[in-house]
């Protein structure tokens, strides 16, 4: 069962980056974005 892999482009990154960087979680960021939340941290 191979889940189909989703890809992000450069701006959608940076947008998770800042909303994490201005003092959100990575988990409520996540959240409102519909990913992970270790994305999140991993494109910190």
Do not use: Y
Request: hydrophobic share 35%.
């Amino acid at each position: 069962m191979n889940k189909e892999r989703r890809t992000f482009d450069e701006e959608f990154k940076k947008m998770a980056v800042e909303l994490h960087m201005s003092g959100k979680t990575s988990t409520v960021v996540g959240e409102e974005l519909g990913i992970s939340p270790d994305l999140v941290r991993r494109w910190t």
